[in-house]
């Protein structure tokens, strides 16, 4: 006689072996974002790589990695794990505050790979605050895009500041000969951009929104061609120093979600 599994069991079982995935995919980010970090930071220190090139490599480390591992060790997706998950990304930076840095060589040399020295004594604070306020903008938009049905949409801006934010920085101080200045938080220092560096999220905004062209009508597509790429562009154009993730998230959802709402 075969017996039906037990429902409650079977769930419990899941469910364990979900969060087990999700601490071993975790865990495995931490320590790969970690060596990534040393080597660019060894580059800075030994052969005296501008960090302007290491960071943006983190930069990239940061956005593509999770995706390979998320392939390699999947775990059931869910918005308490992803909440979960940024919030263990915020706390993993405080092995790099000074009193924790100072006394070991290792973090100091990772520390070293995105710390630009035009950004001292605020290149933690400024790093971790715009984390911070990246995720608030992005947790409640993709609780908000799940709902109305707008899912397929959720990682048009992710990929936007992934791609053509990444390729900004490095761009403009390769090619960059137009230049305008910026602010920051925290203090009155004004920073350079430059137009070439900007015209990176232009062209990826363009790029990213033919590969999700399935995902709208004929009408949102043709406004959102007309609307995003130039919006993203002001919005990493006129965001304060090194906090472009958050406004260009606030930008990218804002826009989408009115072009999926209002009638065309």
Known sequence: MIFPPRSGFTQLLVKKTMISAFWLNTTLKFFSLCLISYGTGSLVFHKGVKVNYTRKINHFAMFFLPMILDKIIPYGKSIELFVLSCVLTVCTLLIYIQPV???????????????????????????????????????????????????????????????????????????????????ALFSKRKYERTLEGSSCVFIASLAILFLFRSSFSSSEFIWALIVLPLAMTMAEAFSPHTWDTPFLFLTGYTLLYLIKSLPF
Do not use: C
């Open 101 to 183: 840095r100072s006394r070991v060589q290792i973090i100091m040399r990772m520390f070293l790979s995105f710390d630009r020295p035009e950004d001292r004594p605020y290149t933690l604070k400024w790093l971790s605050t715009q984390i911070i306020a990246g995720y608030v903008v992005i947790i409640p938009a993709i609780i908000l895009f799940i709902e109305t049905g707008y899912g397929s949409l959720i990682f048009i801006p992710v990929l936007i500041n992934g791609i053509g934010d990444g390729l900004a920085e490095p761009v403009g101080i390769r090619f960059g000969k137009h230049k305008y200045k910026t602010t």
